[in-house]
């Protein structure tokens, strides 16, 4: 009998332990940004800077100039050209764009697009000074209705403020669209 | 006393593993041209493998792949091929060749990134070593282990390289 006793002690042990281990939260999960979500047309407010999703167009094709070529990008998917105003709030700061799309896969700013005027990537912000910025992401294109756009005010973000900006009407596809600068 | 005779056992499981690994080397399973592979982060497809001229007078000829890439992950890849980058190994007559130049096959630029759900279209780019005499090459596809909950943080993470698999063939061109 006592063998049995503690054979059931060690089984409820191991239950536990199962247990606990099944449902404590990855690593993943709790390291993560905070998030904020914010309607279309609204101002959302991060830890260190404020910004506001301003417009959006589509388009088949790029083109703009870098390095005194004129450069034409197309894709197979389409390209989403964020408009956005924003300002730090605390110190001079670059911020970081992904688009999540309806899927929930997240698309990093094209690295096809660097180097366009007024895009994201070699932009600051400064304290109290608004500015506007364009950011440029390839995807296919059933992963743009039902996206937002999500801002952070750094390249890792964990444990910071991350912006879910939702994005203002979907206009019209067109063929291309020319940065100038 | 169990918990010896259970470390025990599986320092010999190990063993037994090893040896059993080590008498059996196992080769990667070949692939054709048209065969998908998967490299963890992205699916390959072989398309084509031919000799081409060189790009500029006075450079070595080239020995070309074209692929077709797909990023199987749910986000934008730079480490397209893994890091530290493992593109396909081609190697002649057991010489290795070195890393070969990744371009866009849609406007020959650089490949910088791949995005989910949209395939592209590559082209891998070998100068020939001027001792290098017509033959069958070998490609060698790895793929990086991907663990959801690694052993130290619990946090997903891109592991180890492992050989997948292997092509063989003589490039279109050559004579």
């Known amino acids: 009998m006592i063998w049995l006793g503690r054979i059931a002690i060690v089984l409820a042990g191991a239950a536990l332990l199962g247990g606990m281990m099944q449902t404590a939260p990855d690593y993943n999960s709790v390291v993560q940004p905070f998030r904020h979500h914010v309607a279309a047309g609204r101002t959302g407010e991060a830890r260190s800077f404020r910004a506001r999703f301003t417009g959006l167009r589509l388009a088949d094709r790029i083109a703009f100039r870098r390095y005194g070529r004129d450069l034409v990008r197309d894709s197979d998917g389409v390209f989403l050209i964020a408009e956005i105003e924003a300002e730090a709030t605390l110190a001079s700061q670059r911020l970081d764009a992904v688009w999540q799309g309806a899927s929930g896969r997240r698309y990093a700013l094209s690295r096809r697009a660097e180097d366009i005027p007024r895009g994201l990537e070699s932009r600051w912000f400064q304290p109290g000074l608004s500015n506007r910025a364009v950011a440029v992401f390839e995807l296919p294109a059933d992963e743009v209705a039902g996206g937002a756009l999500v801002l952070t005010g750094s390249f890792t973000a964990v444990f910071d403020s991350a912006l879910h900006l939702a994005p203002p009407a979907l206009p019209e596809r067109r063929p291309i669209i020319r940065f100038e600068p | ?175």
């Open chain 2, 1 to 175: 006393m169990a918990a010896s005779a259970g470390v025990a056992a599986a320092v010999l499981l190990g063993l037994w593993l090893k040896v059993e690994e080590a008498r059996a080397p196992q080769d990667p399973p070949p692939v054709a041209l048209g065969q998908p592979v998967d490299l963890g982060r992205v699916e390959l497809t072989p398309l084509s493998l031919a000799l081409a001229p060189p790009e500029q007078q006075g450079e070595p000829a080239r020995l070309l792949m074209q692929v077709r890439l797909l990023n199987l992950t749910g986000e934008s890849q730079t480490a397209v091929f893994g890091f530290p980058p493992h593109p396909p190994e081609l190697a002649s007559g057991g010489v290795v060749w070195p890393e070969p130049e990744v371009t866009l096959d849609r406007d020959g630029e650089m490949l910088a990134q791949l995005h989910p759900r949209l395939a592209e279209r590559v082209t891998l780019a070998w100068q020939l070593p001027p001792d290098w005499r017509p033959g069958p090459v070998s490609l060698t596809f790895h793929r990086q282990i991907f663990k959801l909950r690694d052993n130290l943080y619990g946090m997903s993470n891109w592991l180890l390289f492992q050989p997948t698999a292997r092509m063989t063939m003589l490039p279109e061109g050559a004579p």
